[in-house]
């Protein structure tokens, strides 16, 4: 099992920046892929960023060129740059471990509210 916890939520202004951490703990020898998801009130969660063991990323098309995931070499943490924050990044976001194939853990969740 792993276990996840985020921080650095909150409250900014359309084009500020804010990072996200994931602290990871327990079994992260076994972790494939790291990544943030999110989820706004009334939708789905989805897929913002993910970034394997051996270092390989995937944005959502919604923010690549804003976002950078990044994570240290042993695994136990792993980041979230957002630049140039927009109203429509207001969300809840999860921090994601997947152990294995299909094994798949989750955060608590951080709240994201981007407004002037």
């Known amino acids: 099992q792993v276990q996840l916890v985020e921080s650095g939520g909150g409250l900014v202004q359309p084009g500020g920046s804010l990072r996200l951490s994931c602290a990871a703990s327990?079994?992260?020898?076994?972790?494939?892929?790291l990544g943030w998801y999110r989820q706004a009130p009334g939708k789905q969660r989805e897929l913002v960023a993910t970034?394997?063991?051996?270092?390989?990323?995937n944005y959502a098309s919604s923010v690549k060129g804003r976002f950078t995931i990044s994570k240290n070499y042993a695994n136990d943490w792993v980041y979230l740059q957002m630049n140039g924050l927009k109203p429509e990044d207001t969300a809840v976001y999860y921090c994601?471990?997947?152990?294995?194939?299909?094994?798949?853990?989750w955060g608590q969740g951080t709240q994201v509210t981007v407004s002037s």
């Open positions: 994601y471990a997947r152990l294995g194939l299909w094994d798949d853990y």
């Open positions: 327990g079994n992260i020898f076994s972790i494939n892929v």
């Open positions: 970034v394997t063991a051996g270092g390989s990323t």
